[in-house]
């Protein structure tokens, strides 16, 4: 007699329900997989929401990923759409599933239980918020109301304020501008892309001004200003009031985790669930994947919840493996590999950033580095700039941001590959990667970041941060008289202009008991003049990170 097939229930579609699901088919094709899911799609891609909102993706359906219909024609899972689990019992094995058709409640038995719960926007206690006009973007309904908005002619001026300078803020803001809306940014801290380092998102910064976003910093939202029920505006903590007939909350998630905590699963210090490397939970037969649980971060080894789409799949696909095999491979630690597109600028981040490691209380460095994304005499080189944080006892990478026109998703990609294997900056200086003209340059930026900081190690450089006070060191500047008439060095009185190809001869203007800052265009020359003086007897020359390049992105006005 044959063994019963195992029932296996998954709450939750989307990235990791749904990949769990198809997982678990394809490795045992007997089992019973039975796909809950609260809302009426199953499986879509919410990354591109934006995109659909703003007309880049005109074809709505292309976000459906995997419809319900092809589920059960393909994998044979049982879909229930629009069915909710309110209830798990860990004694009886069930779940209490209630129908958003006709209310209807049952309970579903399982052997396996896989939880895929997501997460739900933030959305504040506040006046005006449930009024006509305000959105979250977190599902294929809140797409679609959105877009009918959009679409509403008849307004003289089309205005929207968008709440959070987060990842889906900041696509919004880009869609919405695309769309024909005057649009106002509000974030809470005092920059945009809050996750990375200041000097890192000016250029995002500048790229929102010259698109004519009205960006409001160091403020929180106080209210929603309505008139007969629907929205027209916002005012902000700091008095401040702002026109829209388009409110959209992006002010980050918080995990389902009522269903887990209620059926006594144990929750992690960032409030996600906690799971083993294989997504068990605190009760071995019961799984868990997504926005909701929390994942090994591999810069610091703590678990914390990282909500994004590439863990939430690929935790899916082990969690249905182990559930129905009883082995699968283990989870890799999550790096936070992260991208946004900002009109005609790109940033993105893996690992950590210097401030993110001060909070954990790492010790890092970190050395930037600013150059075309392909070789500078092919036709269409554009700067990207290149930021990396690693260990300074061990050279260990640590994390990395780039941002640029172009060529930012390459760096990144590398480095956050770079980190899944430990690699130092000793291995990104000997990386063997593509180089053709139109691709890329014998000297990647990857690896002038790395040489930067194998120099660093080995102690043939310092480097000092962009935005240093410069009161009290011999300022040396060793760009062309040209270049410094046209963009004076910032923050820096006194600083004595000397080209670096007259260094030499001219090194007799200086002293070398003097602590020395010598800076250039972006610190390629800088380096060189550290050396030359180095050897000269100097007691102490360090180099400006970045050079005039990047201090004056971070003082613009001085």
């Known amino acids: 007699m044959s063994e019963k097939p195992l029932r296996i229930v998954i709450i939750g579609g989307v990235a990791g329900g749904a990949s769990a699901a198809t997982r678990a088919r394809r490795c045992d094709e007997q089992a019973e997989i039975t796909l809950l899911e609260k809302d009426e799609y199953v499986s879509f891609a919410n990354c591109g929401m934006p995109y659909h909102i703003g007309g880049e993706i005109a074809d709505r359906g292309k976000l459906l990923v995997a419809t319900a219909n092809l589920l059960r024609t393909r994998f044979r899972l049982e879909v229930r759409e629009r069915t909710e689990a309110i209830r798990i019992d860990r004694v009886a094995r069930?779940?209490?599933?209630?129908?958003?058709?006709?209310?209807?409640?049952?309970?579903?038995?399982?052997?396996?239980?896989?939880?895929?719960?997501?997460?739900?926007?933030?959305?504040?206690?506040?006046?005006?918020?449930?009024?006509?006009?305000?959105?979250?973007?977190?599902?294929?309904?809140?797409?679609?109301?959105?877009?009918?908005?959009?679409?509403?002619?008849?307004?003289?001026?089309?205005?929207?304020?968008?709440?959070?300078?987060?990842?889906?803020?900041?696509?919004?803001?880009?869609?919405?501008?695309?769309?024909?809306?005057?649009?106002?940014?509000?974030?809470?801290q005092t920059q945009v892309l809050p996750p990375m380092d200041y000097e890192m998102v000016l250029p995002l910064a500048q790229e929102l001004k010259t698109a004519g976003v009205d960006v409001h910093y160091g403020s929180g939202l106080k209210s929603i200003l309505t008139q007969d029920d629907r929205a027209v505006g916002v005012e902000l903590e700091s008095g401040r009031k702002l026109d829209g007939q388009l409110i959209v909350l992006g002010m980050g998630v918080r995990p389902n985790t009522k269903l887990a905590e209620e059926a006594g699963l144990l929750l992690g210090r960032t409030g996600g669930i906690v799971t083993n490397t294989v997504q068990q939970t605190s009760d071995p037969d019961i799984y868990a994947a997504g926005d909701a649980v929390e994942y090994v971060y591999g810069p610091t080894g703590e678990s914390q919840r990282v909500a994004m789409a590439g863990p939430a799949n690929r935790a899916g696909r082990?969690?249905?493996?182990?559930a129905v095999l009883g082995h699968s491979a283990s989870m890799a630690p999550v790096m936070g590999t992260a991208i946004v597109r900002v009109f005609g600028q790109t940033a993105a981040m893996t690992g950590l950033t210097v401030k993110a490691a001060k909070r954990a209380g790492l010790a890092c460095r970190s050395v930037t580095v600013i150059a075309?994304?392909?070789?500078?005499?092919?036709?269409?080189?554009?700067?990207?700039?290149?930021?990396?944080?690693?260990?300074?006892?061990?050279g260990r990478v640590l994390g990395a941001q780039a941002v640029g026109a172009d060529g930012v998703d390459k760096r990144i990609d590398v480095v956050a590959t770079a980190l899944t294997f430990g690699a130092t900056v000793r291995d990104l200086a000997g990386l063997d990667l593509a180089y053709a003209p139109p691709f890329g340059a014998a000297k990647d930026p990857v690896h002038q970041a790395a040489f930067t900081a194998v120099n660093e190690l080995d102690g043939l450089c310092e480097m000092l941060d962009a935005d240093a006070d410069l009161t009290g060191w011999q300022v040396v500047d060793v760009r062309t008289a040209a270049e410094v008439s046209r963009a004076p060095l910032p923050g820096c009185v006194g600083a004595k202009a000397i080209p670096i190809d007259e260094l030499r001869d001219r090194i007799g203007e200086l002293d070398p008991d003097q602590p020395t800052v010598v800076s250039c265009g972006v610190g390629v020359r800088g380096h060189v003049a550290l050396r030359i003086l180095r050897q000269r007897g100097f007691r102490r020359v360090v180099n400006l990170t970045g050079g005039a390049t990047l201090r004056r992105r971070i003082f613009p006005e001085a």
């Open 94 to 188: 069930t779940v209490r599933v209630r129908s958003h058709v006709d209310g209807t409640e049952s309970d579903l038995p399982w052997d396996r239980l896989i939880l895929s719960p997501g997460a739900s926007p933030i959305v504040p206690r506040i006046d005006g918020v449930d009024a006509a006009g305000v959105f979250t973007l977190r599902n294929i309904a809140d797409m679609d109301r959105i877009c009918a908005a959009v679409a509403t002619e008849g307004q003289v001026e089309r205005r929207a304020v968008v709440v959070g300078a987060g990842f889906i803020g900041l696509e919004m803001v880009e869609q919405l501008v695309r769309r024909g809306f005057r649009v106002s940014l509000v974030e809470l």
């Open 318 to 322: 082990l969690a249905g493996e182990h």
């Open 372 to 394: 075309g994304q392909h070789a500078g005499y092919y036709p269409g080189a554009q700067p990207l700039t290149l930021k990396l944080v690693y260990c300074p006892e061990t």
